[in-house]
């Protein structure tokens, strides 16, 4: 395997969060009764007509901006033709000569270096209607028939199955925060084909190509790509020469395998669709689209990052967007990111799992969490206390002061208290302190240890580390 | 002139269109295909044939509509017009094999 030089290329579907299809008003929608989500045009009435939505462009826009592509001032659909039950019209639409958007790119970070995955096209198309296959017999749904879909081709320009793999999560990270797609590969609204050559040396044309079709998770597209590898470097090593064919992952045998094709290469006849007009991209469109772009993740990581949130921390926000979102309400705000990042992540978190909420439907009100940071980062609270607090502040409208009064928590925030409490805790530990003046760095830990259990954890941790590296230096 | 079109492209044409053809019938349609094509060959001629083709007759941006849902089929309805259903679902003939999705 070693000896050969991979080349991949990935295409993705992605099923655009609009209300209704492309060209019907009928309900974009997923998880309903089969064949309630339909009308004359999705099921290809003879006489009926296509009308584009308005919001499939917009979404489309967005999608080519965030994707860095160039963007088609004027385009049109094409017919792509077929005989197969998934489509009742016996075309789909879809825009085969001019894509809304080319010429793109997503950077990724691969051993610590960046790369860019270039995007060679990105077009908008109507979804199929999903057939399952049982027994002898095939079950069609057309609720999915119409749905709007984005397709995203890269240029071969992948070198391994973990490459693909970032790609697509950070594309998924990409559409998912700009709402363009719900990116839920479980349900189908994400789906990923992967085109995979091998050849000897970097100077000979590419190898024959295998495009493994609708692998069902990110994870697959990684280990189906590394298997076909395998499988392409296998037969190159016994001299077989083979032809390029369309394959499937199965997850249960855990490689790839041939599978049969609606049509192949140039036998879809696309022509222009008739039945819809040009289109036509303004500036002044794309500037419109352009405000509606959120504060993107690697935004988002580095805006955390300038505020005092760790980077590990920044990372794991990101993945939740619903607490990154949160926190933006913040970021006017004075507070303490790195304290507020930490509850967001810590108890907040535990909190919310525990309770299947989305902090948005909580009583955590922003004047709330403020003061919650504030206490903590002040030492009015302690972790302790906000395990004690946090069920009532997260589902009740009482604000923190009088929570922390009802809870009866008194914290010592005197510091000559501190002082006093572990000036003793020093006397009663002599082994300890030696053990820290030799440099053990253990001895530390274990001197902090004491001072909590004395005041039964109802002191800031930081406030009494400053107090005892204090009294330990004098 | 196109030259005459091979027995297998007629048969793989006719495959595409879904369509049964006799053995006998390959010879009329060579004929008739070959025909088609060079009709084909002389509207490229044209003056201007190879300027940005124009897809529609009318020039301007392309009608969108808003995107608000309306009225959906009943699937009582659409059933109706399937020869065979399985519970809610439309059924044919298998078309891949087994448990594969698409």
């Given at each position: 395997m070693s000896n050969y030089i991979p080349t991949i290329g990935v295409e993705v579907h992605c099923e655009l969060k609009?209300?209704?299809?492309i060209f019907s008003n009928s309900v974009n929608g997923?998880?309903?009764?089969?064949?309630?989500?339909?009308?004359v045009i999705d099921l290809g009435y003879p006489g009926t007509l296509p009308t584009l939505n308005k919001e499939v462009i917009n979404l489309a826009i967005k999608a080519a901006l965030i994707l860095n592509c160039k963007i088609r001032p004027k385009m049109h659909f094409d017919r792509k033709n077929y005989f197969y039950p998934d489509n009742p019209k016996n075309y789909q639409i879809t825009q085969?000569?001019?894509?809304?958007?080319?010429?793109g790119y997503v950077e990724i970070d691969i051993d610590g270096k960046k790369k860019k995955i270039e995007i060679e096209e990105m077009h908008i198309e109507e979804d199929t209607c999903k057939s399952t296959h049982r027994g002898t017999k095939t079950l069609l749904d057309f609720?999915?028939?119409?749905v709007p879909l984005i397709e995203i081709v890269t240029k071969p320009c992948m070198e391994s199955g973990e490459e693909a793999k970032l790609y697509l999560e950070k594309l998924k990270e990409l559409l998912f925060y700009s709402d363009v797609?719900?990116?839920k590969m479980e349900e189908g609204s994400m789906r990923a084909d992967a085109n995979v050559s091998i050849r000897k040396?970097?100077?000979?044309?590419?190898?024959t190509k295998a495009e493994i079709k609708n692998i069902g998770s990110i994870s697959n597209v990684k280990l189906s790509i590394e298997k076909e590898i395998e499988r392409q470097a296998k037969l190159y090593d016994n001299g077989e020469i083979f032809l390029p064919q369309t394959r499937r992952f199965d997850d249960k045998l855990n490689d790839t395998v041939l599978m049969r094709v609606k049509e192949t290469g140039n036998d879809y006849r696309y022509f222009p669709e008739p039945d819809i007009p040009y289109v036509y991209i303004t500036e002044k469109q794309i500037a419109e689209v352009r405000k509606?772009?959120?504060?993107l993740p690697d935004e988002r990581k580095e805006k955390y990052q300038s505020l005092g949130i760790s980077e590990v921390n920044a990372k794991k926000l990101v993945q939740n967007r619903s607490l990154s979102d949160y926190l933006n309400?913040?970021?006017?705000?004075?507070?303490d990111f790195k304290t507020a990042s930490n509850l967001l992540l810590g108890d907040i978190s535990g909190y919310l799992n525990k309770n299947e909420q989305?902090?948005?439907?909580?009583?955590?009100?922003k004047e709330k969490f403020i003061e919650l940071t504030n206490n903590i980062s002040d030492g009015t609270l302690t972790s302790k206390n906000i395990k004690e607090i946090l069920d009532t502040v997260m589902e009740s409208d009482k604000n923190i002061k009088e929570i922390i009064k009802e809870t009866g928590i008194q914290n010592i925030t005197d510091s000559s208290a501190i002082t006093e409490m572990i000036k003793k805790i020093i006397k009663e530990n002599p082994c300890s302190v030696a053990d820290y003046k030799a440099g053990k760095d253990r001895a530390i830990k274990y001197l902090m240890g004491q001072i909590m259990k004395e005041s039964k954890g109802s002191l800031n941790p930081k406030m009494a580390m400053d107090i005892l590296l204090e009294e330990l230096n004098k | 002139m196109k030259n005459k079109l091979t027995k297998e492209e007629v048969l793989h044409v006719a495959h595409l269109a879904r369509i049964k053809i006799d053995e006998g019938e390959i010879e009329k349609y060579q004929i008739e295909l070959e025909k088609l094509l060079n009709d084909v060959d002389k509207i490229k001629e044209?003056?201007?044939?190879?300027?940005?083709?124009?897809?529609?007759?009318?020039?301007?941006n392309t009608i969108t509509r808003e995107d608000k849902s309306g009225e959906m089929l009943n699937p009582k309805e659409v059933l109706k017009n399937a020869p065979r259903h399985s519970g809610n679902y439309i059924e044919v003939p298998i078309v891949i094999s087994d448990g594969e999705e698409a």
């Open positions: 609009t209300n209704t299809k997923y998880g309903q009764m089969a064949n309630s989500l339909t009308n085969a000569e001019t894509p809304i958007g080319y010429d609720n999915r028939a119409g797609s719900d990116c040396n970097i100077s000979d044309p590419y190898g509606t772009i959120p504060m309400e913040f970021l006017d705000e004075k507070i989305e902090i948005i439907n909580t009583h955590l009100t | 044209v003056e201007g044939y190879d300027e940005e083709k124009m897809i529609a007759p009318w020039t301007k």
